[in-house]
């Protein structure tokens, strides 16, 4: 079950500035039982929150924030996983974004927008895809590899967005 509590706040900052404000509480619980009996439950307060800014030039744009932001952990369902992998962690991320964006229109009748936009993302107890090695049980000294989510310790997304939209007449 998950409880969560969210606001945002925006203002108006004189004519072309606006700020916004946002931060968002959950108190998250899992339990999870299988049919080995292995039984294990989720307790985790969480929170995340956001700035951001907004600057308008005529049909354009300049924006940034910086978020913290979050991921509930889990388990790993799979019931040869053993019980050292059955659980995975909540992930944090700090986020930061610069962008720009705006409208472009010409005279022979083309309308558009256009958005670039930088992002860098720190991650901490990153969720990852990984796996968990088995020993078959049929005595070949082959293995089986089993889908696991696990924990980095942490990771990094970096990167730039360009998004367009076009209309011609």
């Known amino acids: 079950s998950s409880l969560a509590l969210y606001g945002e706040y925006s203002m108006q900052v004189g004519e072309p500035l606006s700020l916004t404000f ?39 744009s300049i924006f940034s924030s910086i978020s913290r932001s979050y ?16 659980l995975f ?9 610069l962008g720009v964006k705006g409208k472009i229109a010409s005279d022979n009748g083309v309308k558009g927008q256009l ?29 089986e590899f089993i889908d696991v989510i696990g924990n980095a310790d942490t990771g990094l997304n970096k990167g730039m967005e360009v998004q367009s939209q076009w209309q011609i007449n």
Do not use: H
């Open 22 to 60: 946002g931060a968002r509480a959950e108190q998250f619980e899992a339990d999870y039982l299988d049919s080995n009996a292995f039984s294990e439950s989720l307790d985790d307060t969480l929170f995340a929150a956001k700035v951001s800014a907004q600057y308008r030039i005529n049909q354009a």
């Open 71 to 86: 991921k509930a952990g889990g388990f790993n369902p799979d019931e040869r996983v053993g019980d050292s992998d059955r």
């Open 89 to 97: 962690e909540p992930e944090y991320n700090w986020n930061y974004e």
């Open 115 to 143: 958005s670039l936009t930088f992002f860098y993302m720190e991650r901490e107890d990153a969720q990852v895809s990984d796996f968990a090695v088995l020993d078959r049980e049929d005595g070949s000294g082959a293995v």
